[in-house]
């Protein structure tokens, strides 16, 4: 590749950004926040081209495919920048309605033209443009990798082991609303600092500022805000009287559903969104160890905390496992356990996820669970409250882990008294019935939020 300079256009900054993640690994939000910082683009074109990595590199393999039907040697020998090239285009071209097909085109030509010789610019011009020719044709309906669970994970751009792991635990058409939702935007959404004000009071106040602002339909201190840009850059944000936390999340707290004045424990703490939200809950009375095994996570809760001005907050470092050691057993009155993991249900925030994670992950994750799990239960007051969450739905991180851990530890048992208002919603979405035991499974497409588990459970007295 030629000597370039440093990138000018959006597109320009999201090839970069495609060419740095697929070599290096790298997060794509991390990487992608560094190179925006540095080129200072406009906020349109920072958001086009924020669409532009989160969409190619959620949509691999279906714009692989595609592409490969335009080429006579289908992806072979094509030189990885290229191909990231192709597929930020096709990504235009498919997926992204605003942007008129020669522009992307257009473009695509340029940057190879720039980066490299007549014949790869010739190529990108060949496939791009015979691609807009037939675009019609270009549907998800139209796509047949020969069987069906190949199918859908072109159809949606999923390796082919997840789609057949939820096929195996939901059902074909539950596993492919999972793979369609995490191909979502997500919206933003705000958690309302009740120790200050009333979430309906906060709405009006947002709506009246002119942001499309709308309550959650699910947690109780949850605002939908969409289009709201950098909510943190905010008067409001910086006075803590809100939190950015996505509404499934929110609800961790509010089954937890602590008293003024316990004494709270969150194993896994950093960044902190649940662990402040339980001491909101607490008025800023009784205490919350918020703990987590990196110290420089730790600062994150520290500033969280100080930003709510909440005094019952105390940040500690260590690992989960060995917090037997810092603390008496059955000292707490509820211990928090939002435990590391395959994080499937926040696909839509971290798309690369899909094809970073391996199947054999999923059985180490799990044992790491059973073990902080096993840590935790010994904390517990009797009579006290263990929650236990993942941002996931591998059922081996969730129900399955949970069914294991009752049976080795039969002190404990699932608690279904859960707020009647979230009761009441879940079931109004026929998402719990009748048998709700105190467990509950969210996928990302029941209320358009993250994919969560949350489990109550109470050490018996
Ligand atoms: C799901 S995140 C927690 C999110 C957090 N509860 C919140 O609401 O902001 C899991 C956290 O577990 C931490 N972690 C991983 N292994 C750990 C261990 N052995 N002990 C303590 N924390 C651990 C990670 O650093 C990560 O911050």
Redesign the pocket.
Same mark, same amino acid.
């Given at each position: 590749m030629k000597r370039r300079q440093a990138a000018r256009s959006p597109r320009e900054l999201a090839l970069d950004a495609l060419v740095k993640v697929e070599q290096s690994g790298a997060y794509s939000n991390i990487q992608l926040n560094r190179m925006l910082q540095e080129a200072e683009l406009s906020r349109t074109d920072a958001a086009l081209a924020t669409e532009l990595v989160y969409g190619t590199i959620a949509r691999k393999k279906t714009l692989d495919y595609w592409i490969a039907g335009f080429r006579a040697k289908g992806l072979h020998g094509i030189e990885p920048w290229v191909l990231q090239l192709l597929r930020m285009s096709a990504y235009q071209l498919l997926y992204l309605e605003r942007v008129p097909s020669h522009a992307a085109v257009n473009e695509a030509v340029d940057i190879a033209k720039r980066r490299s010789h007549r014949g790869i610019a010739g190529m990108v011009n060949g496939v791009l443009r015979n691609m807009v020719r037939r675009l019609s044709d270009l549907t998800e309906a139209c796509i047949d990798a020969g069987e069906p669970i190949a199918t859908v994970a072109v159809r949606h751009s999923y390796p082919e082991w997840l789609v057949r792991r939820w096929t195996d635990a939901y059902g074909m058409e539950t596993a492919e609303a999972i793979c369609a939702a995490g191909n979502e935007p997500p919206h933003g959404s705000i958690r309302t600092n009740v120790m200050l004000q009333h979430p309906s009071d906060l709405l009006q106040e947002l709506q009246q500022e002119g942001l499309d602002a709308e309550a959650s339909p699910i947690a109780s201190s949850g605002i939908i805000v969409r289009k709201g840009g950098n909510l943190a850059d905010s008067d409001g944000y910086r006075a803590g009287k809100w939190s950015i936390q996505d509404e499934s999340?929110m609800l961790v707290a509010e089954v937890l559903a602590p008293k003024e004045g316990m004494t709270v424990l %969150? @194993? @896994? +703490?950093?960044? #902190? #969104? &649940? +662990?402040l939200h339980i001491a909101e809950l607490m008025n800023g009375t009784g205490k919350v160890w918020a703990? %987590? !095994?990196?110290e420089h &996570?730790r600062k994150l809760i520290q500033q969280g905390a100080e930003r709510l001005r909440l005094g019952n907050v105390e940040a500690i470092t #260590? %690992? +989960? #496992?060995a917090l037997a050691e810092r603390f008496p057993a059955g000292s707490m009155d509820a211990v928090l356990l %939002? +435990?590391? @993991?395959s994080g499937f249900g926040v696909i839509r925030r971290k798309p690369e996820i899909r094809w970073t994670k391996e199947e054999s992950d999923i059985a180490s994750i799990a044992a !790491?669970q059973r073990r !902080?799990l096993h840590a935790a239960s010994g904390l517990v007051r009797p009579g006290g409250v263990l929650l236990y969450s993942t941002?996931t739905v591998e059922k081996e991180e969730n129900e399955r882990q949970i069914a294991a851990f009752l049976k080795e530890h039969p002190e404990y048992a699932l608690d279904a008294g859960w707020p009647q208002l979230l009761l009441r919603r879940l079931e109004e979405k026929g998402i719990i019935d009748a048998q709700f035991d105190g467990q509950l499974q969210l996928l990302p497409q029941h209320f358009d939020s993250d994919g969560f588990y949350i489990a109550r459970l109470i050490r018996r007295s």
């Open positions: 999340s %969150d @194993c @896994c +703490a950093a960044p #902190g #969104g &649940k +662990a703990n %987590d !095994l990196h &996570k #260590g %690992d +989960a #496992g %939002d +435990a590391p @993991c !790491l !902080l941002c």
